[in-house]
């Protein structure tokens, strides 16, 4: 399958630790923040998303973490598992159904 | 419920040669979506269907790239002629149109079709 993981920032911790990645983003007036998680061989996958009115968002094991003030957006896993490993991307959007604007990506590495 | 699907999954031609690349959304989803991942890099935007029309097509590379959605259903993308700098990974995604516009756009992705000009 496709080699996701080529000339990407990676990140490799423990199973176990928590991860977090990182992401900067360029557009001011988005509305939405969306981080996806692609394995290699598949598409991209829906994760959490949060609203440009908030800082933060738990879902399950997933924090998502917003400053607006210096353009930041975080993505924290905690008691990350060997099948977190993939490619992560975090995505800006308007409200409606306006295009998605996706950033560089991270590469997750966990080893068992 | 069917997820997005692509097809071929993988395709390999020569530069100058004509591809066709095949997109079934969710069944509903009225925004249809191309985007394409080349060498590793990040996703790129091509271009956005609202039912059968063309919404933005602001990301398509040049005119050697066709898109179609007759009737509002499937989608193709057609590259013709190949050039080797089309590499790359093609992902089709869907999404309802939201009922409020104070709705984040989700999109449900396939699992993408590998093009490799040779």
């Known amino acids: 399958g496709e080699s996701v993981g080529l000339h990407l920032p990676t990140l490799s911790v423990q199973e176990g630790d928590n991860s977090i990645i990182n992401c900067a983003y360029s557009?001011?007036?988005?509305?939405?923040f969306i981080w996806y998680k692609q394995e290699s061989g598949k598409g991209p996958q829906f994760i959490i998303d949060?609203?440009?009115?908030?800082d933060k968002r738990q879902g399950q094991r997933v924090t998502v973490l917003l400053n607006k003030t210096v353009k930041h957006l975080s993505l924290q896993i905690a008691a990350t598992q060997p099948g977190d490993s993939a490619v992560y991307f975090c995505?800006?959007?308007?409200?409606?159904?306006?295009?998605?604007?996706f950033g560089k990506g991270t590469m997750l590495l966990v080893s068992p | 419920e069917a997820g997005v699907t692509q097809f071929p999954s993988h395709s390999v031609i020569e530069k100058g040669q004509t591809v066709t690349l095949r997109c079934d959304p969710i069944?509903?989803?009225?925004?249809l979506y191309w985007y394409r991942r080349v060498m590793g890099k990040e996703i790129k935007f091509l271009l956005h269907?609202?039912?059968?029309?063309?919404?933005?097509e602001s990301g398509m590379p040049n005119n050697r790239f066709l898109a179609e959605r007759t009737g509002g259903t499937y989608s193709t993308l057609k590259v013709q002629p190949a050039e080797l700098e089309d590499s790359g990974v093609y992902f089709c995604?869907?999404?309802?149109?939201?009922?409020?516009?104070?709705?984040?756009?989700?999109?449900?992705f396939g699992a993408g079709s590998r093009l490799t000009v040779l």
């Open positions: 995505a800006e959007s308007s409200s409606g159904y306006s295009t998605l604007t």
């Open positions: 557009n001011s007036a988005s509305d939405y």
């Open positions: 069944s509903g989803h009225d925004n």
């Open positions: 269907f609202v039912k059968e029309s063309k919404q933005d």
């Open positions: 949060i609203r440009s009115n908030m």
């Open positions: 995604a869907s999404s309802q149109l939201p009922r409020q516009t104070s709705g984040a756009n989700v999109l449900t």
